[in-house]
């Protein structure tokens, strides 16, 4: 069997040489390539630009912060919250895995305004801290907000030297504003409460009087005739009045004839027989 002879190291000291001064030639002939087409400056493409993969020739690096490749508009990087169009629902506190947002809402006594979108806000956000050291950046809260006011903005360099600047705060109303806020809101609960046990007592009052009514016996009113008023006339009394009268009285005084029947005459047999003679 024919060995097949190893390159580098492992084989004979010349070889070895010549490997390593034909690698080192390769090696200045790319550089000096490079060098000849370092004499231009790529641009920063997007990635939908048609030159984007042809950025293999020229000066790639960049001078940060002067210089910055164009980021896509659906990255996700830094929240953002514009409170303007909040609600205060609390969706994004409640869906983040890590807890990074933080809301304290106050109840307004009546409607505070509208979204862009035209949803009501009855909602003050007294608090609102989002703490990006604890972003896990999946993006869950901003597909969660009904109004769209999360988003991730395109700022993705915001280093500091201490934790705590890491929390950005978005809440439109101050410490005091807030306290304000919360007194105004106890004060329509109590002034709601006591309106409830008023109509609760005007309520009860009103079925007691049903009650006692329907216990009470009901009597029927006693039926009395009407007699009718007789029509006095001013009118003489005439002559077929007194006739009228008269014929009254003659008719009461005068006795009823009594009926008497009359008898059929018998049949007399001598006369009988004297016809049957002739």
Same mark, same amino acid.
């Given at each position: 069997?024919?060995k097949k002879?190893?390159?580098?190291?492992?084989?004979?000291?010349?070889?070895?040489?010549?490997?390593?001064?034909?690698?080192?030639?390769?090696?200045l002939?790319?550089?000096?390539k490079h060098?000849k087409?370092?004499?231009?400056?790529?641009?920063?493409f997007?990635v939908?630009?048609e030159?984007y993969?042809?950025?293999?020739?020229?000066?790639?690096?960049?001078?940060y912060?002067?210089e910055?490749?164009a980021?896509p508009?659906?990255g996700r990087?830094?929240?953002?919250?514009?409170?303007e169009d909040?609600?205060?629902c609390?969706?994004c506190?409640k869906?983040?895995?890590?807890?990074c %947002? /933080?809301?304290?809402?106050?109840k307004?006594?009546?409607?505070?305004?509208?979204t862009?979108d035209g949803?009501p806000?009855?909602?003050?956000?007294?608090?609102?801290d989002i703490?990006?050291?604890?972003?896990?950046?999946?993006?869950?809260c901003?597909?969660?907000?009904?109004?769209?006011?999360?988003?991730?903005?395109?700022?993705? /360099?915001?280093?500091e030297?201490e %934790?705590?600047n890491m929390?950005?705060?978005?809440?439109?109303?101050t410490?005091?504003?807030a306290a304000?806020?919360k007194?105004l809101? @106890?004060?329509?609960?109590?002034?709601?409460?006591?309106?409830k046990?008023?109509k609760?007592?005007?309520?009860?009052?009103?079925k007691?009087?049903? $009650?006692t009514?329907?216990?009470?016996?009901?009597?029927?009113?006693?039926? $009395?005739p009407?007699?009718?008023?007789?029509?006095?006339?001013?009118?003489?009394?005439?002559?077929?009045t007194t006739?009228?009268?008269t014929?009254?009285k003659?008719?009461l005084?005068?006795?009823?004839?009594k009926?008497?029947?009359?008898?059929?005459?018998a049949?007399?047999?001598k006369?009988?027989n004297?016809s049957?003679t @002739?």
């Amino acid at each position: 069997m024919i060995k097949k002879q190893k390159k580098g190291a492992n084989n004979t000291y010349w070889g070895s040489l010549w490997e390593g001064i034909k690698t080192s030639w390769r090696g200045l002939q790319l550089s000096f390539k490079h060098l000849k087409n370092a004499r231009f400056v790529n641009k920063p493409f997007y990635v939908t630009h048609e030159d984007y993969f042809k950025q293999n020739q020229g000066i790639v690096t960049l001078q940060y912060p002067h210089e910055a490749i164009a980021i896509p508009d659906n990255g996700r990087y830094r929240l953002y919250n514009e409170i303007e169009d909040c609600i205060v629902c609390d969706k994004c506190a409640k869906i983040c895995p890590v807890d990074c %947002i /933080d809301i304290e809402a106050i109840k307004a006594t009546e409607q505070i305004g509208t979204t862009s979108d035209g949803s009501p806000i009855r909602l003050y956000a007294a608090k609102f801290d989002i703490d990006m050291a604890k972003c896990c950046y999946c993006g869950l809260c901003t597909t969660v907000c009904p109004t769209e006011c999360l988003t991730m903005s395109k700022v993705y /360099d915001f280093s500091e030297y201490e %934790i705590t600047n890491m929390i950005y705060h978005f809440s439109n109303l101050t410490p005091e504003q807030a306290a304000e806020k919360k007194r105004l809101l @106890e004060q329509f609960q109590k002034e709601k409460e006591t309106l409830k046990a008023q109509k609760a007592s005007t309520k009860t009052e009103e079925k007691l009087t049903e $009650v006692t009514q329907a216990q009470q016996p009901t009597y029927k009113p006693k039926f $009395v005739p009407k007699i009718k008023p007789i029509a006095q006339t001013t009118e003489t009394p005439t002559t077929q009045t007194t006739e009228n009268e008269t014929k009254s009285k003659d008719k009461l005084e005068k006795p009823k004839p009594k009926f008497i029947p009359k008898m059929r005459p018998a049949d007399n047999p001598k006369q009988e027989n004297s016809s049957a003679t @002739e």
